[in-house]
């Protein structure tokens, strides 16, 4: 198998990505209708997560590795659903990691006609960030200009298996977003499940706003992930 295996942590991420055929004897790979062919794995939030994600589109033959899907914003110039394609991550241990320059300009090239693209450094924090002002302190600290939690994990395996890598992200939440305490704990499941919304939702009335606005949120970063799936190809 050659071609460019994708890590997404959500099953709607993934989706924007078009039509893709579940692989015969490995449940958790899809096989993308991509003309160089690929491979897709949901892995579920998280660095463990997507690590062995990973790890398991590198035993299947990939030549290079992406994440895709959706970003924190740290960067208060970014709204939601712009695009940020980094040239460098920050690992939750402080490490700088670099993404293959040469195929991150070749797909900014696709991408950029349609959105503009950021090249800001992608921080991967081990939880989600979730208030302004802890999103403003990781922004004065570091300098980035998103987070998410799976990047630099999927980073880490490919530079170990010597692998091209980049990281294709879409901010959903903005700088100053709250993140609802129900949205929080969900992420810590490795997994958004209505159910557990909905109950987070019960004991803490006060996040139904900030719920609703990230909803709207929510839309407008999966019309983004759409327009950018459809030319990844």
Request: hydrophobic share 55%.
């Amino acid at each position: 198998m050659s071609g460019v295996g994708v890590v997404a942590a959500l099953a709607s991420e993934a989706r924007t990505l078009g039509p893709s055929l579940q692989r015969a004897g490995t449940p958790a790979l899809r096989e993308l209708a991509w003309a160089d062919g690929g491979l897709l794995a949901v892995s579920g939030m998280g660095e463990a997560a997507a690590a062995a994600a990973a790890s398991h589109l590198v035993e299947a033959g990939v030549s290079a590795l992406m994440t895709f899907g959706m970003a924190g914003g740290l960067d208060p110039a970014l709204e939601a659903g712009a695009v940020v394609m980094p040239l460098e991550l920050i690992s939750a241990a402080g490490v700088a990691l670099p993404v293959c320059r040469t195929w991150r300009e070749r797909v900014a090239a696709a991408v950029g006609p349609l959105r503009t693209v950021s090249d800001g450094t992608l921080l991967c924090s081990g939880g989600a960030i979730g208030s302004p002002a802890d999103k403003a302190a990781a922004f004065r600290s570091t300098g980035a200009a998103a987070v998410d939690m799976e990047s630099a994990a999927v980073a880490q395996v490919a530079a170990a298996h010597s692998l091209p890598f980049i990281a294709v992200r879409v901010i959903v939440d903005t700088s100053a977003d709250r993140l609802p305490r129900a949205v929080i704990a969900a992420s810590r499941a490795g997994r958004l499940k209505f159910g557990r919304l909905i109950a987070g939702l019960a004991v803490a009335p006060g996040d139904i706003a900030a719920l609703l606005r990230l909803a709207r949120r929510y839309r407008i970063a999966m019309r983004s992930l759409r327009v950018i799936g459809a030319h990844l190809s």
